[in-house]
């Protein structure tokens, strides 16, 4: 009994060194706070890059003699593909800090925001690119019968269309993301994996800052798939009607 008594005793007297004096969780509250905001623009900026990407590359694909603009476009689509999708995340991060954006007027957060953003918008781009081709081709042509260009109706019926079907796998990109953003630390960013790198090496306590970044990232994973969950399940209720 002393032994566990002495264990609760030692555990307590940790989770106050590390949260408690001298309020040392505001590592924490501040870090997740970026981890958000870095997370939220990133998605934006993914969704319309993706999407721009995965337009390009459909409209180059089904025009018989596209332009040499479309053609040089689908070229520098691949390319960006290819390599965001080939190399792994910290390293893109580390080479738009270090290498790309030198300035030292441009904050460390912006950077992460375009650089998690350009990532996730290679990943967005497959998964429009799918959800466009999954539209029935008839929709194009019904849209083209009733005198719509082909741009208006791939902005009016198909995308619509796409969208709704990918909404849950776009969805499941900004969970993969704001889970990603734990290595943004690397350029100086107190995100909330650096905050409770900061705790520990205050307190020189590993386990107990380490156990509550995991906690909280668990915490916000499984109510964001409980709300994926939630918007699949009224996805599949409106295609039923």
Excluded: H
């Excluded at 180059?60 to 603009?69: F, V, Y």
Aim: hydrophobic content about 50%.
């Amino acid at each position: 009994m002393d032994a566990i008594a002495n264990f609760f005793s030692s555990v307590q007297d940790q989770f106050y060194r590390c949260f408690i004096e001298e309020d040392r969780y505001m590592y924490l509250v501040e870090g997740l706070g970026n981890t958000v905001l870095i997370t939220l623009v990133a998605v934006i900026i993914g969704v319309a890059l993706g999407s721009l990407t995965a337009l390009v590359r459909i409209t180059c694909a089904e025009r018989q003699k596209p332009s040499w603009i479309l053609r040089l476009l689908n070229a520098v689509c691949g390319l960006y593909l290819a390599v965001i999708r080939g190399t792994p995340m910290v390293v893109q991060l580390m080479i738009m800090y270090f290498v790309i954006i030198t300035a030292r007027g441009v904050p460390p957060l912006v950077v992460a925001m375009l650089s998690f953003g350009i990532n996730s918008g290679a990943y967005v781009a497959e998964v429009v690119r799918s959800g466009i081709q999954s539209v029935d081709r008839g929709q194009m042509e019904a849209g083209r019968s009733l005198g719509l260009s082909s741009r208006t109706t791939m902005v009016r019926i198909i995308l619509p269309q796409a969208f709704k079907n990918v909404a849950p796998a776009i969805f499941n990109e900004f969970i993969v993301l704001l889970k990603e953003t734990s290595v943004a630390g690397y350029v100086g960013i107190q995100d909330l994996t650096k905050g409770g790198d900061i705790i520990r090496s205050i307190t020189y306590v590993a386990y107990m800052p380490l156990l509550m970044v995991a906690l909280v990232y668990l915490v916000m994973v499984v109510g964001l798939t409980a709300i994926l969950r939630k918007l699949e399940r009224r996805l599949a209720r409106s295609d039923k009607r």
